[in-house]
């Protein structure tokens, strides 16, 4: 009995994802400064064999033609990120035209193609000059982030309709700053729980600078949200997936949504950080009101005690089909956190603004490259985000990480999210079997 066959509403958002500094290469073009990725990337043991975004897609010059190739998909709109260092190489101070330039023609090149631009002001590329008087840990950096969302704004705030503040602000300060595993590569929890507010703050001071610049937009942000399942019953391991939820979801979405840190955060933070960097009024700032948010999904995660920490520890046991980067495939995990964002946290229109597979695609001797598991893998996603449409979540949108291969941070080049495969040495973009499906998905507007 084949699936029934899902249709999505009229006018349903169909895009593609990209980010700066994993596609654009061009790192010390036109006036680009550099950024904390610039940095991060050259430094050794840093990225999967050495690789960096210099060169990356190389989309900084092949940017026409991979507006065309997302003309082909067929896709309504396009969510990409403006590099800050392009626009204020030193993240204050003289803005460099050159930079808002590049975002100038791409935006014209998506609407003359009929292309709905959907803009991420920070997708993890801050300036590395900022980074030098301390970055996310020095409150200072939430206005320099105000005053370059206000410049984007006043460039192309006329043209688009869609903006997304930050992507993914726990990566930002928890994979960077805590685990280190990413830009700048600090490993302090009191640090990272202080860039956590630091960033909230950025959102929240940014958003009131884009009203004040009359954002006739639609102004958001967009988290990464995981479901969190205990291993057990065990009193131990729900405390410990209660613990993780809190540290992944809860403090975000309740400073944006309910203008406080959950209840449980003083405690679990302590004594690494007594908060003491909250300043009256900054949480109404974060929770300042929104017009969508952004769920990127990648990850459902079975939570244990960790016996070496049982009471702030916790365990992630292994998935038992893990993919190439170790996790599993739950396509219901994005339908439990589209209900519970809906349910628990706010009414607004959703969009999810990326979830996919990291596969090592290779095209087979008939040239093709079947990613048939990645066609399963949207097919899976796209039917859950259509359960939680069913029952009343205003999901307005649905954008596959990623619309080509790029530099997967840490993974470098080593892995591929692409629906268009990239061949590095020569740059030629090939659909593979994904994109072909996924165009089929737009003109239906659903699946079969
Ligand atoms: O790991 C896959 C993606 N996750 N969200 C942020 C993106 O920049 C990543 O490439
Ligand atoms: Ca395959």
């Known amino acids: 009995m084949p699936e029934p066959s899902v249709r999505f509403p009229d006018g349903f958002l169909w895009g593609a994802a990209t980010a700066a500094y994993q596609i654009e290469g061009a790192v010390a073009e036109d006036g680009r400064g550099s950024s904390i990725w610039d940095t991060f990337s050259h430094t050794p043991g840093a990225v999967l064999r050495g690789d960096t975004g210099d060169i990356a897609c190389d989309h900084y010059h092949r940017w026409r033609e991979d507006l065309d190739l997302l003309r082909d998909l067929g896709v309504g709109a396009y969510r990409f990120s403006v590099a800050w260092p392009r626009v204020i190489p030193a993240g204050t101070g003289p803005v460099n035209p050159a930079g808002l330039d590049f975002y100038d023609r791409l935006v014209d090149g998506l609407l003359e193609r009929g292309i709905t631009p959907m803009l991420t002001l920070y997708h993890w590329d801050l300036p590395q000059a900022l980074q030098d008087t301390g970055g996310w840990a020095n409150r200072d950096t939430a206005e320099h982030f105000a005053d370059y969302a206000s410049v984007v704004h006043g460039r192309l705030g006329d043209r688009v309709p869609y903006w997304l503040t930050l992507n993914e602000p726990y990566c930002s300060a928890v994979v960077g700053h805590l685990e280190g595993r990413h830009a700048p590569g600090v490993r302090d929890e009191r640090v990272a729980v202080t860039a956590v507010h630091h960033l909230l703050l950025a959102h929240g001071k940014a958003v009131a600078a884009l009203r004040a610049g009359g954002a006739t937009g639609q102004v958001g942000i967009t988290c990464n949200l995981t479901s969190v399942h205990p291993a057990s019953d065990d009193p131990a391991d729900v405390a410990a997936a209660r613990r993780l939820d809190l540290h992944e979801n809860r403090m975000y979405l309740d400073p944006l949504f309910r203008a406080a840190y959950p209840e449980d955060a003083a405690a679990h933070y302590a004594p690494v950080t007594d908060f003491g960097f909250v300043r009256d009024g900054d949480l109404q700032l974060i929770a300042a009101p929104l017009d969508f948010f952004g769920v990127n999904y990648y990850e459902r995660h079975h939570v244990a005690a960790d016996p070496a920490d049982p009471v702030r520890g916790w365990r992630r ?48 001797p008939d040239g093709e490259i079947a990613d048939d598991e990645r066609i399963a893998f949207f097919d899976g996603h796209i039917r ?53 499906w996924y165009a089929g998905v737009i003109r239906a507007n659903g699946l079969e």
């Open 317 to 364: 046991v292994p998935p038992e089909h893990p993919t190439v980067t170790d996790i599993g495939i739950h396509p219901e995990g994005l339908a439990e956190i589209l209900d519970r964002v809906a349910k628990e946290y706010t009414p607004l229109p959703l969009v999810v603004t990326e979830t996919g597979l990291a596969l090592h695609d290779y095209a087979g």
């Open 384 to 436: 859950a985000a259509h359960d939680a449409l069913t029952r009343g979540v205003p999901l307005i949108g649905f954008f596959p990480w990623s619309f080509m291969d790029n530099f997967e941070w840490a993974s470098g080049y080593g892995v591929r999210y692409g629906i268009y495969y990239v061949d590095y040495p020569t740059q030629r973009r090939t659909p593979k079997r994904s994109a072909r």
